[in-house]
T-cell receptor, first 116, second 116 residues
């Protein structure tokens, strides 16, 4: 079965500094990986995905993620954090179960706090 | 364009009552998903529809939960005889369904269910 781990419950970073939110995965076959962000009392917003191709994926709001097959990681990064980036971030992997529509298996989430 | 919408946004009910949650997917999206987000369980998959058909209902937590989709569009998730452990945010997502599993799932804002 697929699984995703986000080892940090919370990440604190000062505004203007680079940020990294970590994600590791375990899948059989090729991994299809996603990052979503959730602001308070809102649903999940898609940030970016890795399907194939370049290991560095660029997404919305200046975020990017680096796929590393040997380390089975897909860390989310941003060169310069904004206070408005403070939110809950979820990493997810596509499941291989076709009967479940290749639904997403999510990590536990990481709360990002960006301080002025 | 219009995204995924869900109603109600909040629902407070008494233990033992039935509730019905509604999801209106992005127009033209054939695949629809229900997830549940709770403090103890994180984000968990409940059920998937391709068109009006749900191939696998094993993700539903108990036989008190049921879901249907009509006309390949709107879906309803029904919880009968609600229990306090059903309190959670219920999220709906849809995807195109035609480009394969690499499609992105787009989420609605969720329904926050509180069972007293």
């Amino acid at each position: 079965a697929q699984s995703v781990a986000q080892p940090e419950d919370q990440v604190n970073v000062a505004e203007g500094n680079p940020l990294t939110v970590k994600c590791t995965y375990s899948v059989s076959g090729n991994p299809y990986l996603f990052w979503y962000v959730q602001y308070p009392n809102r649903g999940l917003q898609f940030l970016l995905k890795y399907i194939t191709g370049d290991n560095l994926v660029k997404g919305s709001y200046g975020f990017e993620a680096e796929f590393n097959k040997s380390q089975t990681s897909f860390h989310l990064k941003k060169p310069s954090a904004l206070v408005s980036d403070s939110a809950l971030y979820f990493c997810a992997v596509r499941d291989m179960n076709n009967n479940a529509g290749n639904m997403l298996t999510f990590g536990g989430g990481t709360r990002l706090m960006v301080k002025p | 364009g219009a995204g995924v919408s869900q109603s109600p946004s909040n629902k407070v009910t008494e233990k033992g009552k039935d509730v019905e949650l509604r999801c209106d997917p992005i127009s033209g999206h054939t695949a629809l998903y229900w997830y549940r987000q709770s403090l103890g369980q994180g984000l968990e998959f409940l059920i998937y529809f391709q068109g009006n058909s749900a191939p696998d209902k094993s993700g539903l937590p108990s036989d008190r939960f049921s879901a249907e989709r009509t006309g390949g569009s709107v879906s309803t998730l029904t919880i009968q005889r609600t229990q306090q452990e059903d309190s959670a945010v219920y999220l709906c997502a849809s995807r195109d369904g035609l480009a394969g599993a690499t499609d992105t799932q787009y989420f609605g804002p969720g329904t926050r269910l509180t069972v007293l």
